[in-house]
């Protein structure tokens, strides 16, 4: 352990739990909103219900599946690995704060000497904080990743979608694209300096 890497150790560490922490707060937040979403969505529909009753009807299916308690207690598989993650996080965090601790008292001391224990122990720490946290970013861009919906084809009759291909395809071969033009045996062009006769 050096000066020069306590004083780096120490920037990380603090970039480190700004950002996870962030992270996370924003990852907790979420899906307590959607939970605070699905709340209401089954008060809403104990509402309904109830006012079907109350005016001598019959609630609909839909009402009373939305308004089944069992919609409150699955967390689905999103709330449990926010919870595992949180927790995650939490130890991580921890180790980190220690970490900076033991750094503060290494640099705080008369003499402070080498201590290769601890410049390793905080390595190690804070490298698997930031493996933790380039994880996360993958996994939430990997969610977020969705295939592309095939293309419909283009609007109009067969002869228009034809033509309109012919067009996209010189078009993309770096060429400009030519006017519309039919594409029926029956079209004739006309030279430059011609008259139809």
């Known amino acids: 352990m050096s000066n020069d890497y306590a004083v780096i150790a120490t920037t990380v560490i603090f970039g480190v739990l ?48 939305a308004a089944h308690p069992s919609r409150l207690e699955h967390e689905g598989t999103q709330g449990a690995l926010v919870r595992w993650s949180a927790g995650l996080w939490a130890i ?8 900076q601790a033991r ?26 904080a930031i493996a933790l946290l380039m994880l996360e970013a993958i996994g939430r861009g990997i969610r977020r990743m969705r295939t592309a919906k095939p293309l419909a084809p283009w609007p109009g009759d067969s002869a228009e979608q034809a033509q309109l291909t012919r067009i996209s395809r010189e078009h993309r071969k770096g060429r400009q694209a030519p006017h519309p033009q039919p594409d029926t045996a029956a079209a004739t062009t006309l030279p430059p300096n011609s008259s139809p006769a």
């Open 18 to 65: 700004v950002i996870g922490t962030a992270h996370h707060y924003a990852m907790v937040k979420r899906v307590n909103d959607l939970r605070d979403e699905r709340t209401q969505s089954v008060a809403r529909a104990r509402e309904r219900a109830l006012d079907d009753l109350r005016n001598g009807r019959e609630p609909s299916s839909d009402d009373l599946n």
């Open 92 to 99: 991580v965090a921890i180790n980190l704060a220690i970490g």
């Open 103 to 128: 750094i503060l008292m290494w640099a705080g001391g008369a003499d402070p000497g080498p201590a290769p224990e601890l410049a390793h122990i905080v390595f190690l720490d804070t490298a698997i």
